[in-house]
Structure formats: structure tokens, C-alpha cells
């Protein structure tokens, strides 16, 4: 048998070769299977698609914008805010220092039957049992609220108001809404 032939033709690889064999085997150069273009055609395609697939997701998922409400309008007309001092004639059931001794105060009178609330004033706190647009009127009521044994004191208050809310008040014929309407004035 020959021996092998180890040789280095016109290279720094050592190529194995048998007996009887002419050169090294070259190899030859397998041929792309995807042409450059049609590369270039099928990551473009892949691109394209991957771009619309994307949109169409966001579409799908996309939730509407959630705006703020807009301002309401108010179709009502604007009442006047000019304010004017009102004098009305009031019953007057207690002046007290403070708050809790003037609710005890109204529940005490309106465990009589009696329309009341509280009124603050001047750091004080008046139990009112009626708002009268004259002192006669109120001296009047007041008798009535005498004879049933409660004692009363009939004063002038005055309070400012928007006309608007004077006009109400003089028109106004409850006389627990009337004591409202008054001490909402005076808290201003």
C-alpha cells in the first residue's frame, strides 16, 4: 500500500491526499439559495407586515381620550350681586355667648311650638322667633308670644343683602324661611 501523501500546495493548510489522487479536492462554493434581491424583498415584505399588524393592534385597543367636562353654562340669567342694607323689625327670644347655649336656646321654643332659629351677631348669637318688615307687626306677634308666658324682646336689625334676596324675604310669607333667609344675610 502507498503511503499517504501529506503536502502543502501553494497554502499554509496541511491537505490530506491518497495515493493516486491528483491535488487538493477544492471545494466549490455552494450558490446562495436567496437571491440578494429577493432578500431584500422578503425583509421589506416582513417589515410591511409587522407595520400594519402593529397599527391594527392599536386601533383595536385604543380607548378614547377622556376629556373634562366643559364648563356648564348656565342658561339662567345672572341675578344682580348689588347689595343693600335691609332693616327689619325682629322677636327676639335670648342673646347668648355661645353657639351650643343658643341651639338649646331653638330647641327649647320649638318644643313650644314655636318658630326659631339663631342668629350670629356681633360675637353673640340672638335666638330669633320672627323677622317682621314693620315694629308694629312685630309687637304685635310679640303680644301673642307674651301671653303664652315667653318672654320676648322686639328690635331692629339691620342686615345686607342682594336686592334680589331682599325682595324674597319681604315677599316671603313662611316665618321659619323668613328667620333662614335673615341669618344666612348676617352670616355673610
Do not use: C, H
Request: glycine share 6%; charged share 25%.
Amino acid at each position: 500500500m502507498d503511503e499517504l501523501d501529506w503536502t502543502r500546495p501553494n497554502s499554509d493548510v496541511l491537505v490530506w491526499q491518497m495515493p493516486g489522487e491528483e491535488g487538493p479536492a477544492v471545494s466549490k462554493k455552494k450558490k446562495s439559495i436567496i437571491r440578494p434581491a429577493a432578500g431584500a424583498t422578503i425583509v421589506l415584505s416582513a417589515l410591511i407586515t409587522g407595520t400594519l399588524f402593529g397599527v391594527t393592534m392599536i386601533r383595536a385597543v385604543n380607548v378614547e381620550e377622556i376629556k373634562p367636562p366643559a364648563a356648564v353654562v348656565s342658561e339662567v340669567p345672572v341675578q344682580e350681586t348689588k347689595r343693600v342694607d335691609v332693616t327689619v323689625s325682629v322677636i327676639q327670644g335670648g342673646l347668648f355667648s355661645t353657639k351650643e347655649a343658643a341651639k338649646k336656646g331653638v330647641e327649647n321654643a320649638k318644643a313650644k311650638k314655636i318658630t326659631a332659629n339663631y342668629v350670629s351677631s356681633e360675637g353673640q348669637y340672638m335666638v330669633l322667633y320672627g323677622v317682621f318688615s314693620s315694629p308694629d307687626e312685630a309687637k304685635s306677634a310679640a303680644g301673642l308670644l307674651e301671653e303664652q308666658g315667653t318672654a320676648v324682646y322686639v328690635k331692629d336689625v339691620t342686615a345686607s343683602m342682594t336686592e334680589a334676596a331682599a325682595k324674597t324675604m319681604t315677599e316671603e310669607t313662611d316665618p321659619q324661611k323668613k328667620i333662614n333667609q335673615l341669618k344666612e344675610a348676617m352670616s355673610r
